[in-house]
C-alpha cells in the first residue's frame, strides 16, 4: 500500500500453537548506552504482570546490536482497540526491568501491548559511577489518552502571531533534531524538562494519542497533524518568547501527552520515518498550521479533528489527506521541508541502489563504515563512491538490524535511519 508516495510494508506475524490459542502482541527491546548511544549487548529484560509483579513470565537478552529477540505477550483482543464505544482496556499492560552490568536498572511499569502490533521498548541506561547496579529508577505509563480521563485541549488560533525571542530567528520551517519537553503544563515549576529527539517525540505522542491497530491511513493523519502542532511550536518560539526554557509541554490541555519511558508501536515507528519532514500547511501560511484535536467521544471539539473520526474516515477508504481536509478545509496541504537539522546531509532525492554512483553513494559508504564499530553484523564497505554488491550487503544488513525493509536500496527512510544512528555512534551531533 502507498501513503504519501510512501511504501508501506505488510507486517505478517507467524501463526503457531500459542498465538492460535491467546490473542498476543509483539514485544521487543532496543537499549543504548546513554552517553554513547552504543548498543548494550548482554542486557537482561525482565517482564512481569501488574497482578504479580515479583512473577517473571519472561526473561531476555540482547544481543551484539544491543536487541532482544522478538517476543509475544497476551493481549486483549484487537477489536477492542477499532470500537469508539467499547470500555474495556484494549491493552494488556506490563512491568518492564532492565539491567545490565556496569549500568543504573530501571524498571517500568503499565508498558502497553496491543494485539497484531509490535510494541517496541527503547531505553537508554547510565553507566553506574560504581560499576555496579545501584537503586532502580522507577518509571509509570499513565493510561492511554483514549481509554483514559485527560484534560481537554484550550483551544488556541491555528496561526499564531509571531514574536522572536532574540535567541534564534527561523526564517524557514526546519525540522529539529531534539526538542525540550516540560513534562506538566508550562507554570509548572516543578516538572522535569526532557531532551528529546524530534522524531522519537512524535512516535512517543502518536502512541500514546492513538491506536497502532488503525487503518495507516488514519495513523498517517493523525501523525500529520501532530508533526505540524510541534512544528509550529518550534517555528514561532511558542514558549521560548513567553519566558520559558522548553519548546512543548506534555500536558494535553495545552500540547500533547508525551510520557518519558513508553513504548512505541511499529506502525507508528515506520509511519514517522516516512513523513517525518512533512507538516499541514494553508496558501500564503508560511508557519505550520497548529492543527489541533480531540478524541471525538470523551471530548467534543467543533471544527476539528476527531481521531474516532478519523479512524472511521480510514475504515471507509479516505486518504490521509482527504481525512484532514474533511475537518480542516480543502484548502489545507500536506507541505515539506529539506531543512533538516542535526543530519550530515540531506536526502538525494531519489534512491541510490546497485549501479549509483557519486558523492551521495560515497557519504552512505562512509556513515555505514563508523556504524559498522558499533554494530559489528554490518560488514565493512569500500568508500569509493560505487554502489556496488558490498555497499547493498552493507545496507541490506543495517536494514535488517533497524527493522527496515531489508531490499538494499537507500530511499528516503534509510537514508534518514542511516543518518540518525551515524549521528548517535560518532557523536557529530553534539557539535551541529
Not at 550530515?344 to 559508504?365: C, D, E, K, M, W
Not at 541490506?396 to 530511499?411: A, K, M, S, Y
Request: hydrophobic residues 35%; negative net charge; glycine residues 6%.
Amino acid at each position: 500500500m502507498f501513503f504519501l508516495g510512501v511504501p508501506m510494508r505488510s507486517i505478517i506475524y507467524p501463526v503457531t500453537t500459542e498465538t492460535q490459542s491467546e490473542t498476543r502482541g509483539g514485544f521487543q527491546a532496543e537499549l543504548t548506552d546513554i552517553t554513547t548511544n552504543l548498543p548494550i549487548p548482554n542486557a537482561t529484560v525482565a517482564i512481569s504482570t501488574l497482578n504479580e509483579p515479583e512473577q517473571t513470565i519472561e526473561q531476555i537478552q540482547t544481543d551484539s546490536s544491543g536487541f532482544t529477540p522478538f517476543i509475544y505477550l497476551p493481549a486483549p483482543p484487537v477489536e477492542l482497540s477499532l470500537t469508539a464505544t467499547n470500555d474495556l482496556r484494549p491493552y494488556s499492560e506490563y512491568i518492564i526491568t532492565i539491567s545490565s552490568e556496569g549500568y543504573e536498572p530501571i524498571r517500568i511499569s503499565g508498558a502497553e501491548i496491543l494485539a497484531d502490533v509490535t510494541a517496541k521498548q527503547r531505553a537508554q541506561l547510565l553507566p553506574s559511577p560504581t560499576g555496579l547496579p545501584d537503586t532502580v529508577e522507577e518509571f509509570s505509563i499513565p493510561e492511554h489518552t483514549l481509554y483514559g480521563s485527560y484534560p481537554p485541549k484550550i483551544v488556541e488560533p491555528e496561526v499564531k502571531e509571531t514574536i522572536t525571542s532574540g535567541e534564534i530567528v527561523l526564517p524557514e520551517v526546519v525540522i529539529p533534531e531534539f526538542i525540550i519537553v516540560h513534562d506538566g503544563t508550562p507554570n509548572n515549576t516543578r516538572a522535569r524538562n526532557y531532551t528529546v529527539r524530534y522524531r522519537d517525540y512524535i512516535k512517543n505522542v502518536a502512541s500514546s494519542e492513538i491506536y497502532a491497530t488503525w487503518p495507516e491511513s488514519t495513523i498517517y493523519a493523525n501523525i500529520l497533524a501532530i508533526q505540524s502542532f510541534t512544528l509550529n511550536r518550534v517555528y514561532t518560539e511558542w514558549y521560548r518568547s513567553r519566558g520559558y526554557d522548553f519548546t512543548i509541554t506534555s500536558s494535553t490541555a495545552y500540547d500533547h501527552k508525551w510520557i518519558p519511558e513508553r513504548n512505541i508501536f511499529d506502525t507508528i515507528d515506520e509511519a514517522v520515518d516516512n513523513i517525518f519532514n512533512n507538516y499541514l500547511s494553508r496558501p500564503n501560511v508560511k508557519q505550520p498550521i497548529l492543527t489541533q484535536y480531540c478524541d471525538g467521544r470523551q471530548v467534543s471539539c467543533p471544527g476539528l479533528m476527531t481521531q474516532w473520526g478519523s479512524k472511521a474516515l480510514g475504515d471507509q477508504g479516505y486518504t490521509p489527506i482527504q481525512i484532514l481536509r474533511n475537518y480542516y478545509g480543502n484548502n489545507m496541504y500536506i507541505n515539506s521541508t529539506e531543512q533538516i537539522s542535526g543530519i550530515p546531509s540531506s536526502y538525494p532525492g531519489a534512491a541510490l541502489r546497485v549501479g549509483s554512483r557519486g558523492n551521495s553513494v560515497r557519504t552512505i559508504q562512509e556513515q555505514l563504515n563508523v556504524i559498522s564499530n558499533a554494530y559489528p553484523l554490518i560488514p565493512k564497505t569500500a568508500e569509493d563512491g560505487i554502489f556496488g554488491e558490498g555497499t547493498e550487503e552493507a545496507v541490506r544488513t543495517f536494514q535488517e538490524i533497524f527493522d527496515l525493509n531489508p531490499d538494499g536500496v537507500v530511499g528516503f527512510n534509510t537514508w534518514y535511519k542511516i543518518s540518525s544512528i551515524y549521528v548517535g555512534v560518532s557523536q557529530i551531533g553534539e557539535y551541529v
